[in-house]
């Protein structure tokens, strides 16, 4: 959701300048990132032992990066929320709106993956934490935005620009991931679990499964690209589900 808000204010703008109703083409993306934020909300009081004392959580903000994720949290959904009802409301879409919503997002990222950051489990406490935090952020955004307009907007010239405004912006986000998974090699060749077994014992049954993972990235990034820089004109809906 915060990624698909970041990449949106980009195709928004560029949809601004275009002959196609932008209003129009925003309302299906807007609406799909309301709904994910509200199950991610539903789904995060799923962590809490007592869902009933989630406000107490709150209470820890100066100290707590779990107590101000939940609070960057509420603020991001409070802004979607007014973003969609003004959308209503006004009939058009607010492009500053946007804007500082997905750079409230952003904060919460890095808010959720200090988390994981601030632990006694070496190697989550590296660079590697962030960079996949927000990179996995870009690239689903990229991607659900991308899906969502190519299926509204019926303008294959504009359709092929946001195209590569989408291919870009997925692209940093595995650059981002790369970069990540490459420092974490370099942090700690025995990086140890809070179990006192090294990660790299219990994490080599599951070595077949980050290898299939990085197959489809690779295979659907080419894709992506592939139809970003291509001169075909024809509708990429079915391509940008795939």
């Not at 299906?28 to 107490?56: E, T």
Request: proline share 1%; hydrophobic share 55%.
């Amino acid at each position: 959701a915060i990624g698909g808000m970041v990449v949106l204010w980009f195709l928004h703008r560029k949809v601004e300048k275009s002959d196609v109703d932008s209003n129009s083409a925003v309302k299906i993306p807007l609406i799909v990132i309301s709904v994910l934020s509200i199950i991610g909300l539903g789904a995060s009081f799923a962590h809490l032992g007592k869902p009933s004392h989630a406000i107490n959580a709150i209470l820890g903000f100066g100290h707590s990066w779990m107590s101000r994720e939940i609070v960057i949290t509420s603020c991001f959904i409070g802004l979607v929320a007014l973003t969609l009802g003004l959308f209503f409301f006004q009939k058009r879409a607010n492009s500053w709106l946007i804007l500082a919503t997905g750079v409230v997002g952003l904060v919460d990222v890095y808010a959720m993956a200090a988390i994981y950051s601030n632990t006694f489990v070496n190697g989550w406490d590296s660079a590697n934490t962030f960079l996949t935090f927000y990179g996995t952020t870009l690239t689903l955004g990229a991607i659900l935005i991308i899906s969502l307009k190519a299926t509204f907007i019926k303008n294959a010239d504009v359709t092929k620009k946001l195209f590569k405004i989408g291919f870009s912006i997925a692209a940093v986000g595995i650059v981002f991931q790369l970069i990540g998974a490459a420092l974490l090699a370099a942090f700690n060749g025995d990086v140890t679990l809070i179990s006192g077994t090294a990660a790299s014992a219990s994490l080599a049954e599951y070595q077949s499964i980050i290898v299939t993972r990085w197959v489809i990235e690779i295979i659907g990034m080419g894709i992506f690209g592939y139809y970003a820089i291509s001169s075909s004109q024809k509708s990429m809906a079915a391509v940008s589900y795939a």
